[in-house]
């Protein structure tokens, strides 16, 4: 079926691949029009040419385009994929981590939460809301996808700053339990059994499990293995100690991992520790930078007419749920998705409903449609609560510009709690990242 999909970022060596590939592998999106867009010219050629040799390999499945114009980009777009990052992506994202530890904050990760993921977001939000208006002005029928992160703060924004949208924010952190330690635990292939999810992103829970040939809930056998599972599982970077502090706590599993856990809560820091969220990070600039280097090695061994047979983006399916969901969304499918970001719209009761969620959804031609919650556990909805109110406010911030709100964002995180501590972070941060921050005042 011949649709317009334009990815936005697509000179990321990161996020550009995953997609590429996925699209490579998709039957239903045959015919259709690719156009790569990318403010970063270079990146974006490498990319393209890459991508065009690798669609003749496929018999020209695909129609290619380029532009770093956006408004070109975006002309009779059916779907748009977004993946940016404002500045340089770790040297910003080191700044974020330092900074307000310097200044005595309990900084963890500083990417989603924390002083940190609030510059962050400020760097991120304003350009997103942009390219959110640019769709709805320019292509108004489009599906935006969101990969971006902070995702929750992003996918808040766009809901309150950009209404008309049609969006989902997507993120893989559920893989950490599905591709292999769930599979294993119960014996079963994941295919057999259908997770229901809910929180936020990167601090969500698995909520509900089940055998979809028998019917039976699996939620208690998981809960019977779990511990004695992970016994010799332990990983410093995802489920360790943080991770079954919580778990023995509330009761349910969080699934998103230490890493991304110690960013919302005031024990994160009592249970990681700095050395080894700085040894995640750097291993994800690595990872960035080797990324960028393959990229750079195929493209070129394709000036020197030496280009592998076969292709850099002709692989297995990536694990990312974008074309899956745009296959659903066509096909009208009523597939499920075991975690989506998406507006809350009555699917947890007991959280504000000016939310936007992580939760399971069902995927047909009229949209994506959170599986109903209800209430959830009071505990969790409380931990939840701390920060959709921090969300809130960082949002409102952002969007209003006000240096007051910032301020006072910063002061109220879990990990932060001080008026005099939130102003020395913001006034540094504000003289090291100016130029790619609002105009706070």
Known sequence: ME?????????????????????????VLSGSTVVLHDIDEKKLEMVYQIVVEDNKKLGNKFNIEQTTIR??????????????????RFELRWQDNMIPRKHGSTEMMAENGGPGGFFHSARQIPEIIRIAEDVVKICPNAFFINYSNPMSRICLAIKRAVPKLKFVGLCHQIELLTNHHLPNMLDRDISEM?????????????????????GKDLLSEFN?????????????????DLTFEVYKRFGFFPYVGDNHICEYIQI????????????????????????????SRY????KKGKYPRKGMFMREPSGERAIPIIEALIEDKNSYEIAVNIPNDGIIENLPQDLVIECSAIVNKEGIHGV???????SIAAILRIEASIQDLCVEAILKESKDLAITCIAIDVNCGSFKMAEAIFDEMMEVQKKYLPNFK
């Open 3 to 27: 649709k317009r999909i334009v990815l936005i970022g697509a000179g990321s060596a990161s996020f550009g691949p995953a997609t590429l590939m996925d699209l490579n592998l998709s039957s």
């Open 71 to 88: 408004s070109k980009a975006l002309k009779d777009a059916d779907f748009v994929i977004s993946s940016i990052e404002k500045g340089d």
């Open 194 to 214: 259908q997770l229901t999810t809910g929180g936020l992103n990167h601090f969500a829970f698995l909520l509900g499990l089940k055998d979809l040939t028998t």
């Open 224 to 240: 019977s293995k779990c511990l004695e599972y992970f016994k010799d599982k332990r990983d410093r970077f995802h489920y360790a």
């Open 268 to 295: 994160g820091s009592q249970y990681t520790t700095i050395q080894d969220l700085n040894d995640w990070i750097t291993r994800m600039e690595q990872v960035n930078k080797g990324s960028y280097a393959k990229l």
């Open 299 to 302: 493209y070129k061994r394709l």
């Open 372 to 378: 109903k919650l209800g209430e959830i556990p009071k």
